[in-house]
């Protein structure tokens, strides 16, 4: 016995095929589909979570050290030592903070909250070495008064020099189930 030429089950199937690659192809952009290229306030205001984030663990952890300290009563050298390694693994842990979440999802926490992601401009992540570029690039764009970052204010694809540098792209990346608040 064969199906009519629309079969509604036909049609439920491929609706759950298109679902499933959807899902599975979430991560690469392709020509059909046109990315959103996000600008410098929403970036902003991600990298403003991130750096709460940061500091918060960072403030947790050196609480905890200085505590431990208070009650073990260290000479001024000990205290000198103890200062230089939090200074050294405050910068390893910012730098690592970012280079692992570029790396891996494309989106740090404060990317996921405000529904971006970064990228390269055939949407894969990006590889460590280029994440730690954009890391890099990223510090020396906001050296000259964040100049660095008003490229994004007038590029096409809104990529600061950090960007360029790395041959990244920021681009929204909404969540499935939640609409994009704008």
């Given at each position: 016995m064969s199906r009519p030429a629309h079969d509604p089950r036909d049609l439920v199937a491929a609706r759950q095929a298109d679902a499933v690659n959807a899902r599975v192809h979430a991560g690469t952009l392709t020509k059909s589909?046109?990315?959103?290229y996000e600008g410098l306030i929403?970036?902003?205001?991600?990298?403003?979570?991130?750096?709460?984030?940061i500091n918060l663990v960072a403030l947790i952890v050196s609480v905890s050290v200085g505590l431990a300290l208070s009650v073990l009563d260290p000479s001024a050298n000990v205290e000198t030592v103890a200062l230089a390694v939090g200074g050294v693994a405050y910068?390893?842990?910012?730098?690592?903070?970012?280079?692992?979440?570029?790396?891996?999802t494309g989106q740090t926490p404060g990317d996921r909250l405000l529904q971006i992601r970064v990228c390269r401009a055939d949407g894969d992540v990006l590889r460590p070495r280029k994440s730690l570029l954009r890391f890099g690039?990223?510090?020396?764009?906001?050296?000259?008064?964040?100049?660095?970052?008003?490229?994004?204010?007038?590029?096409?694809?809104?990529r600061g020099l950090h960007d360029r540098v790395a041959g990244s792209v920021v681009v929204s990346a909404p969540v499935e189930g939640r609409t994009r608040r704008t």
């Open positions: 589909t046109a990315p959103v929403t970036r902003g205001i991600a990298f403003a979570i991130d750096s709460a984030l910068v390893v842990w910012s730098v690592g903070y970012f280079v692992t979440f570029w790396s891996t690039a990223m510090m020396l764009c906001a050296l000259p008064l964040f100049a660095g970052f008003l490229p994004i204010l007038v590029d096409n694809r809104r």
